[in-house]
């Protein structure tokens, strides 16, 4: 059985080892453009802001580690022909373009994941406009860093704001602009994008909130950027503006495209027969809301990677809805969401009340204990549909907690007469948790006394 994987990222990587795992003898082949695989583009902003040393240590695996695997990695190579009919794909190496090698498949998997999203701003061409994706981005950034002082990131997403700190804790003057009037948008609601807002400003970084970037100023580099009748001078921009999908490859091998990307089944299998799409290529379902939605997310490609690597050796596995639960951490501040925010709840047509406490990471008395923020998103029935979260500790575990509890289709009310685990150094003897949900109650039990009236 042969299988060719496009794509050397978490998604195709994920495909590859889980195929092996389970099929000794396959002939498993992954083409990538990249020089570097298996590494972490979310590792990125923490190698600039110096909390891992290098780039070279986000970096898994090499080629040759999978070849000791069996699973061939050709890096810096192209596909650029699917013949879907005739099982074939075509590439060529970037250093040899005329020279074509075609390869035959008996399963293919597109994992060709997202490129930088560029809007069409004036000026976006200058020398010192920079993406960020790849390895190779993050020390063209470090470089072009060292000989700055000022600087502009567009885009309040994650990654945006984490570059942000990164560059700041370079010594560089920030400016962070979102066309959007909030930050993290997609994750959190405005009163908690509020409060990781004012951090940010008091580490020093500047926001401007609600108006795109007009202009890029400069001759052949980088001198300023324009807002309105706003202009600032600056040494850099980097564009954090998200990522499109690469469907390329799946339109020429004539899958269907759903409204965001690839579309596919539980099983990671594409509209054309044994030609399989994961990671941020394809579209998935959200858990909540049931309509179509992306998740850009590593552990949402791995786990796609698995389903997929089952079903094509023969094995039953099925991709179910995302809840998109995410966690950052920008200096010593923790924030993290999972399902939907009320915001959009509302947008999604979903009637929604929320609940929310503001507590204690660890026993009042005891030395150490942050502040602990959090709201739940609950519809009219009870039944929890979103969580945000924000703390200087122990977001993670909290965020996966409540992930359990959405999948599960928990109740506020039974959520808040769980049993929790409670010791002095580690949590208050009600977790805030607890404490959000039993917020969440009193607010769904005034509203259907209110109705009842």
């Keep these: 059985m042969k299988i060719v994987i496009i794509g050397g990222g978490a998604g195709g990587l994920s495909t590859a080892s889980n195929i092996r795992k389970h099929d000794k003898d396959a002939e498993i082949t992954v083409i990538t453009r990249d020089e570097n695989i298996a590494y972490?583009?979310?590792?990125?902003?923490?190698?600039l802001c110096g909390e891992v040393d290098c780039f070279e240590n986000i970096i898994m695996h090499q080629a040759e580690d999978y070849l000791e695997r069996d699973i061939k990695v050709i890096t810096r190579a192209e596909v650029f022909e699917v013949k879907a009919d005739e099982?074939?794909?075509?590439?060529?190496l970037l250093n040899q373009k005329e020279d074509h090698k075609e390869m035959e498949y008996d399963y293919l998997v597109i994992a060709t994941g997202g490129a930088p999203f560029i809007p069409p701003v004036e000026g976006s061409d200058l020398e010192g406009v920079f993406k960020i994706r790849t390895?190779?981005?993050?020390?063209?950034?470090?470089?072009?860093?060292?000989?700055s002082k000022k600087a502009v990131v567009v885009?309040?997403?994650?990654?945006?704001?984490?570059?942000?700190?990164?560059?700041?804790?370079?010594?560089l003057d920030v400016t962070v602009t979102e066309m959007l009037p909030q930050i993290v948008?997609?994750?959190?609601?405005?009163?908690?994008?509020?409060?990781?807002q004012k951090y940010l400003e008091k580490e020093g970084i500047n926001l401007i909130l609600g108006h795109p970037i007009e202009k890029i100023a400069g001759t052949t580099k980088v001198e300023g950027a324009v807002f309105g009748d706003q202009c600032i001078d600056v040494d850099m921009v980097v564009m954090a503006t998200g990522v499109r999908p690469e469907t390329k490859m799946a339109t020429m091998a004539g899958c269907e495209l759903g409204r965001w990307s690839i579309s596919v089944n539980e099983k990671m299998q594409t509209t054309v027969p044994d030609i399989y799409a994961v990671g941020d290529c394809v579209e998935v379902y959200d858990a909540i809301t049931g309509h179509n939605t992306q998740s850009l997310l590593g552990t949402t490609a791995v786990r796609q990677g698995k389903v997929a690597a089952r079903n094509i050796v023969g094995k039953k596995a099925e991709f179910i809805p995302v809840l998109n639960s995410m966690v950052s951490k920008i200096g010593n501040l923790e924030f993290g969401a999972v399902g939907l925010t009320k915001v959009s709840a509302i947008q999604n047509g979903i009637e929604a009340i929320s609940g929310k406490s503001r507590a204690l990471t660890k026993a009042r008395y005891y030395p150490g204990a942050k502040r602990i923020?959090?709201?739940?998103?609950?519809?009219?029935?009870?039944?929890?549909?979103?969580?945000?979260?924000?703390?200087?500790?122990?977001?993670?575990?909290?965020?996966?907690?409540?992930?359990?509890a959405i999948s599960q289709k928990l109740t506020c009310?039974?959520?808040?007469?769980?049993?929790?685990s409670y010791a002095p150094p580690l949590s208050m003897v009600i977790d805030p948790i607890i404490l959000a949900a039993e917020d969440a109650c009193e607010k769904l039990s005034k509203l259907n006394n209110n109705h009842r009236k």
């Design 40 to 47: 972490s583009p979310c590792a990125i902003p923490y190698v």
């Design 413 to 420: 009310s039974k959520l808040a007469n769980m049993e929790f």
């Design 135 to 147: 390895i190779q981005d993050g020390q063209d950034i470090t470089r072009w860093a060292q000989k």
């Design 373 to 404: 923020d959090i709201k739940m998103i609950c519809n009219l029935q009870g039944v929890i549909i979103g969580c945000q979260i924000i703390a200087e500790e122990r977001v993670a575990e909290r965020v996966d907690t409540m992930s359990l």
């Design 185 to 196: 948008p997609r994750s959190l609601d405005p009163d908690m994008a509020l409060i990781v």
């Design 155 to 171: 885009g309040a997403g994650l990654i945006g704001l984490e570059i942000a700190y990164g560059l700041k804790k370079r010594g």
């Design 87 to 92: 099982k074939k794909i075509v590439y060529y």
